[in-house]
């Protein structure tokens, strides 16, 4: 690592498994009003089909709308990544991702999905892992109801 480079920053060809780097666009604004400016831009541009900003103070109802007309203006999806507890009222959805102890793998990309704000729809939970050599995410039955297991009925 090198001495200018942070330990929390997007390392792009760390995502590898995930993407190809070469398709990542990162940019490092200096405060979070030039991010949603940044973010704003990318979701209005149709060439984009994911916008993802990391923010650090809470979003005032006129800066989340914007952001939502941007996203519906180029038909792109955006996602704010917010520390716990501090939301959003424009929030379209709001999740939350933990990781999963499963003892069936050492290196476990196991996590539990959770959407606890749907505006329109339902809420729900989900087991998912990333698969590698797909690149997507498969939905896990939890671990007492996989067949075969002993908690399983059948």
């Given at each position: 690592m090198s001495k200018n480079r942070s330990r929390e920053e997007l390392y792009p060809v760390g995502l590898s498994s995930l993407l190809d780097p070469t398709h990542l666009l990162l940019a490092r604004p200096g405060s979070q009003a030039d991010g949603l400016a940044v973010?704003?831009?990318?979701?209005?541009?149709?060439?984009l089909s994911f916008v993802v900003i990391e923010?650090?103070?809470?979003l005032d109802l006129r800066e989340g709308r914007r952001l939502q007309l941007a996203a519906?203006?180029?038909n792109t999806t955006g996602l704010c990544i917010i520390p716990e507890?501090?939301?959003?009222?424009?929030?379209?959805?709001?999740?939350?991702?933990?990781?999963?102890?499963?003892p069936e793998r050492e290196d476990s990309t196991l996590m539990h999905w959770s959407?606890?704000?749907?505006?329109?729809?339902?809420?729900?939970?989900?087991?998912?892992r990333w698969d590698p050599q797909?690149?997507?995410?498969h939905v896990v039955s939890p671990v007492g109801e996989r067949p075969g297991s002993k908690s399983s009925s059948g």
């Open positions: 973010a704003e831009e990318a979701l209005r541009n149709e060439a923010i650090t103070q809470p519906r203006a180029g507890g501090m939301g959003s009222n424009a929030a379209e959805t709001r999740w939350h991702v933990s990781p999963v102890f499963d959407i606890i704000k749907n505006k329109k729809g339902t809420n729900g939970a989900w087991n998912v797909t690149r997507r995410l």
